[in-house]
């Protein structure tokens, strides 16, 4: 356990930050979920609308320091590629 004060406060906000990354994950997660499963049930409707979702979630995600830039760019690719080839 940490003595010193500003240990004790970096414990506090990796903890924090630990829960709000973990949070901004699942729900890109869930939202490329929604459209793998558009796409598996072949509902072309479905899935450009989950993928509009996605797209917003992958972004927001790499404006809060979630995920590198490349990484969001390289799923959005692969989604949209998966939606297009429907």
Do not use: F
């Amino acid at each position: 356990m940490a003595n010193i004060k500003s240990a004790k406060k970096r414990i506090l906000v990796a903890e924090k930050r630990a829960a709000r990354n973990k949070s901004i994950r699942s729900r890109v997660k869930t939202a490329v979920k929604k459209v793998n499963a558009a796409i598996e049930a072949k509902d072309k409707d479905a899935a450009a609308a989950a993928l509009k979702n996605a797209t917003s979630e992958l972004s927001r995600a790499v404006s809060k320091g979630v995920y590198h830039k490349n990484t969001s760019s390289r799923k959005i690719s692969r989604l949209s590629h998966a939606v297009n080839k429907m």
